[in-house]
């Protein structure tokens, strides 16, 4: 049996980054801002053109299309500087970052009447970001 020798001044739980891991982070930054254009423009749509989103059937989130159109907007403008913040890789960033994904699959959930499949995708989307930034979040900054 061979003893294998660990450096004294390194820390015991240290590890390699993963590459995969970083690039998946990377992935879920650029998703994330991605997400927060998308917002953006449907709530720049839904404030010049009241009649452009026309829903479907009665629902519960039953706001006007300009209430749905600040949403978006604003939604939209904090989902994209969260996604440039990402990209630093710190611990702040990817929890602010997994809190505005998780509201924007509300937001796109409450929308579903207005655009469905659009929501359905934004809200496909915005899982994955979720998923790479709690599994794959600290490798960005160990990379």
Do not use: Q
């Given at each position: 049996m061979t003893d294998i020798e660990t450096?004294?001044?390194?820390?015991?739980?240290?590890?390699?980054?993963s590459a995969w891991a970083v690039g998946w982070t990377v992935f879920a930054a650029v998703m994330m801002a991605m997400i927060g254009t998308f917002h953006a423009i449907a709530g720049v749509v839904a404030l010049v053109d009241d009649d452009f989103f026309t829903q479907v059937q009665e629902y519960v989130f039953d706001f006007d299309q300009t209430t749905w159109g600040w949403i978006h907007l604003i939604l939209?403008?904090?989902?994209?500087?969260?996604?440039?913040?990402l990209l630093t890789g710190s611990v702040a960033a990817?929890?602010?970052?997994?809190?505005l994904a998780a509201l924007s699959m509300?937001?796109?959930?409450?929308?579903?009447?207005?655009?469905?499949?659009?929501?359905?995708?934004?809200?496909?989307?915005?899982?994955?970001?979720?998923?790479?930034?709690?599994?794959?979040?600290?490798?960005?900054?160990?990379?």
């Open positions: 450096p004294i001044d390194a820390p015991p739980d240290r590890r390699e980054p939209g403008i904090v989902l994209v500087i969260a996604g440039a913040a990817r929890a602010v970052g997994v809190v509300l937001a796109a959930f409450a929308w579903l009447p207005y655009y469905p499949i659009w929501s359905v995708v934004i809200i496909a989307v915005a899982v994955s970001v979720v998923w790479a930034l709690t599994v794959h979040g600290r490798d960005i900054t160990a990379g």
